[in-house]
């Protein structure tokens, strides 16, 4: 499976992105589990947002709704609409998949580990 993101670039605070995620292959067959992460300097890759095999998105909390995963499936593409940026939202944005309708626990769709295809990724920059 390769994935290509796209639509990365500078953005003031408060400024909004959408990023994109192609997969070479049907990702939205009900057999993978498809969602963004992401990756500032020094720090550890984070998970944004999930969708499951079943098409059941989750974000993590402490994003508070200013991010959206959507997909369109006849595109075999994954977005992400980034709303209010912040200066701490500064990253490399990847998405990842998995074949795998649903994991067995909830914490294993927010591990990095859970995930063996990935995107090179595509930075966001939120700056005044």
């Known amino acids: 499976v390769r994935l290509v993101e796209s639509g990365g670039g500078l953005v003031q605070p408060g400024g909004s992105l959408r990023l994109s995620c192609v997969a070479s292959v049907d990702t939205f067959d009900g057999n993978h589990i498809m969602a963004w992460f992401r990756q500032a300097p020094r720090k550890e890759r984070e998970a944004i947002a999930v969708?499951?095999?079943?098409?059941?998105?989750n974000y993590p909390e402490y994003l508070k709704g200013r991010f959206t995963l959507s997909k369109d499936n006849a595109k075999n593409t994954l977005f992400l609409q980034m709303n209010n940026l912040e200066p701490e939202d500064s990253a490399m944005y990847h998405c990842?998949?998995?074949?795998?309708?649903?994991?067995?626990?909830?914490?294993?769709?927010?591990?990095?580990?859970?995930?063996?295809?990935w995107g090179q990724g595509t930075q966001v920059t939120v700056s005044s």
């Open positions: 969708i499951d095999g079943g098409g059941n998105i």
């Open positions: 990842a998949t998995e074949t795998r309708r649903y994991f067995n626990t909830q914490g294993e769709y927010f591990r990095r580990e859970s995930y063996r295809y």
